[in-house]
Structures are given as C-alpha cells and as structure tokens.
C-alpha cells in the first residue's frame, strides 16, 4: 500500500508542476534616446523590429563586432555597443540550424563622440530617408536573388530621425542584458563594452 501511496504522490507532484505557470520573460529596458559615447568612442544601436510580413520570427542571428560575437539578437530587441572610435566590422552569424540569410557582413568607420544606428529587418522595412541624408544609405543590399529568395533581409546604416522613433516603438534592449534578466542566449562576451 505505501507504494501505491508514494506513486499517487509522486504522479500528484509532477502534475502540480507541469500546472504551473511559466514564469514570464524578463521585462527588457526600452531605448529612451541615445546616451553620448565615452571621450575617444562611438556609440552604436544595432536594431531588428518585428514586421508582421517578414520571416525567420524565432531565429536569433548572432552579432559579431570585429569578429567577437557580442549579443543574440531577437525580434524587438537591440543592442547597444560603445566602441573605440574608428573601422569596425558587423556582421550577423545564424543560429544554429538557423537561414543563411542572415549572413551578412558591413563595414563602418565610427568618428569619435557619433552615434549610429544599424536596422536589421525583413521585408520592405521602413521607409527610406532622401537620399541626401549623410547615413541614410543602405549598406547591405537584400540576401541572394530576390526572384530566388522569399526572405529579404535588409541590414542599414539608418538616419537618427528614422531609427530613434522606430526603437522607441518597438525594442527593448538585450545587450548588454539587464542586470536581473538572462542574455537572449548564450554567447561568450570578448569584447570590453561599456554601456
């Protein structure tokens, strides 16, 4: 009888857990404007706002920053890096069994004290500033073929008075994490950020 007893426990236990409610996820802090870069840096947004049209929802491309991956980078979410100023390199890295379509590498010179944004997104994206606007061209253009390819990602060096309201919008910031939330997914931090 004591077996059946422990067994009805055990079962009563395990079903009281699955029950349970997830906790919920962390709440991420929403970008509130640009913070100035240190003396001697620059600082960058780096920006993927969920469009309702775009693919991969779930994928987590990987940012990398002059070969150093730096944050996971999910729909809604940004990262903010402070760098010395000068040439850097971005680029994204999928996850692990992840679309080759976020493979994609550019290449910005950063002034010392500027501040700039990078959007990631799918699809049409946002509407482009005129072309006269200094850093408002795109720096990638989309993936592969467009006739072959059914998802276009888009990565661009956007113009603060395109980008700022975007961000306000939609992203909540997962690099550097939050002190009390748990970084989107696990990636070694090479590089010295201050934020």
């Not at 890096?81 to 590498?105: C, I, K, M, N």
């Amino acid at each position: 009888m004591s077996r059946t007893v422990t067994a009805a426990l055990v079962a009563a236990s395990l079903l009281a857990a699955c029950a349970a409610p997830l906790p919920p996820p962390p709440v991420l802090p929403a970008f509130e404007g640009a913070t100035p870069p240190a003396p001697g840096q620059a600082r960058l947004y780096v920006f993927r706002p969920r469009a309702e049209d775009q693919a991969l929802h779930d994928e987590q491309p990987v940012l990398f920053v002059d070969g150093a991956p730096v944050t996971a980078l999910p729909e809604n979410g940004y990262a903010d890096v402070q760098l010395p100023a000068g040439r850097h390199v971005l680029s994204f890295v999928p996850p692990e069994g992840g679309s080759d379509l976020w493979r994609s590498t550019m290449t910005l010179r950063l002034p010392p004290g500027s501040v700039h944004y990078v959007a990631v997104w799918m699809a049409a994206g946002f509407e482009r500033t005129p072309s006269g606007n200094e850093g408002a061209d795109l720096l990638v253009l989309p993936v592969g073929d467009p006739e072959d390819v059914p998802a276009h990602l888009r990565v661009e060096h956007a113009h603060p008075s395109v980008a700022e309201p975007v961000l306000r919008q939609c992203c909540g910031r997962v690099y550097p994490p939050p002190a009390d939330a748990v970084p989107a997914a696990p990636v070694r931090r090479l590089l010295r950020i201050e934020g």
